[in-house]
Nanobody
Framework: EVQLVESGGGLVQAGGSLRLSCEAS????????IGWFRQAPGKEREGVSC????????YYADSVKGRFTMFSENSKNTVYLQMNSLKPEDTADYYC?????????????????????RGQGTQVTVSS
């Protein structure tokens, strides 16, 4: 059984940082495309970051470029999203997701919802 467990969310002031973690069981992260997307109330889902896809690209949404960094620790089968210089508009539930088969991270902005597995989400709230 595949499980993805996110952690690290919380309440932070604008300008602060958080590091989200996504630990996987039942699969090995480095064999698949992995992404982070977010969902805020009343807003559309937004693909935030993705790597490991068939095209070898790393994707960051324009809204987070230069502030967020996605990286993995394969020995722990864990993927992270380091979020710096947080803004109130970053407030959302954040999900990690796995995409099986051919997946192009360069298209992540349009296809973040085509995941095969996702975690339960972790809430991030950024106060102004």
């Amino acid at each position: 059984e595949v499980q993805l467990v996110e952690s690290g969310g919380g309440l932070v002031q604008a300008g602060g940082s958080l590091r989200l973690s996504c630990e996987a069981s039942g699969l090995t992260f480095d064999e698949y495309a992995i992404g982070w997307f977010r969902q805020a109330p009343g807003k559309e889902r937004e693909g935030v970051s993705c790597f490991g896809g068939s095209d070898g690209s790393t994707y960051y949404a324009d809204s987070v470029k230069g502030r967020f960094t996605m990286f993995s620790e394969n020995s722990k089968n864990t993927v992270y999203l380091q979020m710096n210089s947080l803004k109130p508009e970053d407030t959302a539930d954040y999900y990690c997701a796995v995409y099986v088969g051919a997946f192009y991270c360069s298209n992540y902005g349009s296809y973040s919802d085509t995941y095969d597995y996702r975690g339960q989400g972790t809430q991030v709230t950024v106060s102004s």
